[in-house]
T-cell receptor, first 114, second 107 residues
């Protein structure tokens, strides 16, 4: 069964550094998402992406964040200048058909900002 | 936006017991999913269940969309069932998660 994959599984970075989190969605999916989960809290929506553009973003997704799908397979989340409060688990998800279909999640990347 | 509330927040049971987890949501939804977050933090899809009842082994789920709630049943609990169970709903496009129920199964 196809799966969503994410790399790296764990990233440690210094405050102020840029990080890129990578995801390879399931090949026939059209809608893509990033979510994050701060330790001990619930999972929160960051951004949705369809047809090579952002379709919705949360207030968490400020100018420090960006997403792209550069080669039609990888889907990346970039944080330009990390802050301590960006430490969290970041999940990528994909969906074949919007709104009514199952969202399939990757295993997550645990980001630790020191 | 849609609000999702899960209860109870914590549940501690002995191995072999049955449990019922509840998810209430504030508005009509197009999608409802149940997840199990394992000790490594991975979100495991359990059910996609916007309405009706589904069963998968010892787990089953029922969603009554008109009354805006869903229930997850775990029968004959095993220690490997421990973890956090999340309910998530879609109103527009994104999933909105509840706070989760932390289930601990003791041997």
């Amino acid at each position: 069964e196809p799966e969503v994959t994410q790399t790296p599984s764990h990233q440690v970075t210094q405050m102020g550094q840029e990080v890129i989190l990578r995801c390879v969605p399931i090949s026939n999916h059209l809608y893509f998402y990033w979510y994050r989960q701060i330790l001990g809290q619930k999972v929160e929506f960051l951004v949705s992406f369809y047809n090579n553009e952002i379709s919705e973003k949360s207030e968490i997704f400020d100018d420090q964040f960006s997403v792209e799908r550069p080669d039609g397979s990888n889907f990346t989340l970039k944080i330009r200048s990390t802050k301590l409060e960006d430490s969290a688990m970041y999940f990528c998800a994909g969906q074949r058909v919007s709104s009514t279909d199952t969202q399939y999640f990757g295993p997550g990347t645990r980001l630790t900002v020191l | 936006g849609i609000q999702v509330e899960q209860s109870p927040p914590d549940l501690i049971l002995q191995e072999g017991a049955n449990s019922t987890l509840r998810c209430n949501f504030s508005d009509s939804v197009n999608n409802l999913q149940w997840f199990h977050q394992n000790p490594w933090g991975q979100l495991i899809n359990l059910f996609y269940i916007p309405s009706g009842t589904k069963q998968n082994g010892r787990l089953s789920a029922t969603t009554v969309a008109t009354e805006r709630y869903s229930l997850l049943y775990i029968s004959s609990s095993q220690t490997t069932d421990s973890g956090v169970y999340f309910c998530a709903v879609i109103g527009a496009q994104k999933l909105v998660f509840g706070q989760g129920t932390r289930l601990t199964i003791n041997p």
